[in-house]
Every structure is written in structure tokens, then in C-alpha cells.
């Protein structure tokens, strides 16, 4: 492939670089949704502390984004009933429970941590309800302060992103099936043989 687009395609290697500088960019804007959204997320209770992790901003950064290319009429809504589906798994080393949600094909991860106050700490498997119910109830606060910042300037630029990126990644496609008329696919590829031979 490397040749094709060396020495056969430079056209093809200059939609490469597109798509490569169009993910970098879209890596770069879900950071940036970090400094934009900012919700107050640590809620102190008798036994516990509940925190964001690293994966919340993420995850909302991806519900706005399906919202604003159309996929989802409202993604709070289906981020709702993530978090309402969501379960509780204890750290196996720490004084710590995760609040996870499903995220496709029977995976979790962990949206919120509950770090558990010194007195509690050995009844970490008695405390999930507990974490469970006050994950729900942080996340719907959450999401209340999601819909009044919204819309957020990095949701738009990123969905552009990725619209751009996706009509970059079919203009490869195309040009790949057939390059000046001639297959460019493996198994059938004059471009590809002629490599090999070499």
C-alpha cells in the first residue's frame, strides 16, 4: 500500500494525509471539550465521596456529538438511560466503587468512582446500592448542566470534523476501487502485482 501511495497514487496519498490531519484534529477537539465542559461533579455523602473519572468527559463529548451529526434526537435522553442501566463494580486493591455504563457489546467502563470514607471500607459490596442510587442522582444533575451550557463550540467543530473525515475516507474509497481505470484492490491489482514483482 505504501508503494501505491509512494511511487502509483500521490493523489491517494494526499487523501491519506487528510484523513490523518482530520483525526489528529478531532483527537484535539475531544481534549478541548474537557476545558469546555466543566460541570461540578464531586458530591461528598456519609460514607462516600462520588468523582468523575477520565472517561466521563469522553463519553458526553460522543452523546453531543451523535446529537449534532443526527444520530440521536436527544443523546441525554440515551445517556440517561445508560446511566439508569449502569452497575457498580468495587476496585479489587482499593477503598474505591465504580459506577460503570454499558457501552457496546456487553463493555463497561467507569463514568464516576466512589471513594469510601475510613469507617466504611469493609463493606465496599454493601455500599454498591448505595453508590448505584447516588450515581444516578449525579448524573442527572450532570446532564441538567450539560443542556444549559449547550450547545458547546467544541461539539460543532468536531462533528465538522468527522463529516469531513468520513467524506474523505469515501473519496478514498472510490479512488481506490478504481485508480485511471484500473482495480486497486487486492487480488486483482496491477499496481499491487507490479510491487510485489519488485
Not at 84 to 95: F, Y
Request: net charge negative; glycine share 8%; hydrophobic share 35%.
Amino acid at each position: 500500500m505504501e508503494d501505491l501511495l509512494q511511487n502509483h497514487a500521490p493523489d491517494l496519498l494526499e487523501t491519506v494525509e487528510r484523513i490523518r490531519g482530520l483525526q489528529s484534529e478531532f483527537v484535539q477537539t475531544r481534549e478541548d471539550f474537557k476545558d469546555e465542559f466543566k460541570p461540578e461533579i464531586t458530591r461528598e455523602y456519609e460514607k462516600f465521596t462520588i468523582q468523575e473519572t477520565d472517561r466521563l468527559s469522553g463519553w458526553i463529548f460522543d452523546l453531543l456529538i451523535e446529537q449534532e451529526r443526527g444520530r440521536y434526537d436527544d443523546a441525554l435522553d440515551s445517556g440517561m438511560a445508560k446511566v439508569e442501566d449502569g452497575r457498580t463494580s468495587p476496585h479489587p486493591e482499593e477503598p474505591k466503587i465504580f459506577f460503570k455504563i454499558e457501552v457496546a457489546g456487553g463493555r463497561y467502563f467507569s463514568i464516576l468512582g466512589a471513594n469510601v470514607e475510613d469507617g466504611y471500607r469493609g463493606d465496599l459490596q454493601d455500599l454498591s446500592t448505595e453508590v448505584e442510587q447516588a450515581g444516578v442522582e449525579v448524573m442527572e444533575e450532570v446532564f441538567q448542566q450539560v443542556e444549559i451550557k449547550a450547545p458547546y463550540e467544541t461539539v460543532v467543530v468536531g462533528a465538522s470534523k468527522l463529516d469531513d473525515g468520513r467524506e474523505a475516507v469515501n473519496e478514498l474509497e472510490r479512488t481506490l476501487i478504481e485508480y485511471h481505470g484500473r482495480p486497486v484492490i487486492p487480488g486483482d491489482c496491477k499496481y499491487l502485482e507490479e510491487a510485489r514483482a519488485e
